[in-house]
């Protein structure tokens, strides 16, 4: 599985807009399928490695927009309580 950076665009209940940097990640056709669920900040243990970082997020602002909701769908960690009320058939 690959991943890089991508612009993402969201959208709450009241119709407004916002864009952020996310890794994506790619099944093995190439295919966006998972995005995390938090943008990821520029980062590093040096100024080095943090000028790597910026140099990430500046290439996601060269490749398309991609919007949050087509990831709405991936699968997701399944909590205690919800995998206790599939066993009880809810």
Same mark, same amino acid.
């Given at each position: 599985?690959?991943?890089?950076?991508?612009?993402?665009?969201?959208?709450? *209940?009241?119709?407004?807009?916002?864009?952020?940097?996310?890794?994506? $990640?790619?099944?093995?056709?190439?295919?966006?399928?998972?995005?995390? *669920?938090?943008?990821?900040?520029?980062?590093?243990?040096?100024?080095?490695?943090?000028? $790597?970082?910026?140099?990430?997020?500046?290439?996601? /602002?060269?490749?398309?927009? /991609?919007?949050?909701?087509?990831?709405e769908n991936q699968e997701k960690e399944t909590t205690t309580?919800?995998? /206790?009320?599939?066993?009880?058939?809810?």
């Amino acid at each position: 599985m690959t991943w890089n950076n991508r612009v993402i665009r969201h959208i709450n *209940e009241d119709a407004d807009v916002w864009y952020s940097i996310h890794e994506v $990640h790619y099944d093995q056709d190439g295919n966006p399928n998972g995005v995390t *669920e938090n943008p990821v900040p520029a980062h590093g243990d040096s100024v080095e490695e943090l000028t $790597h970082s910026m140099i990430y997020q500046m290439k996601a /602002l060269t490749e398309p927009v /991609l919007d949050y909701r087509m990831f709405e769908n991936q699968e997701k960690e399944t909590t205690t309580d919800e995998a /206790l009320n599939m066993l009880k058939g809810k």
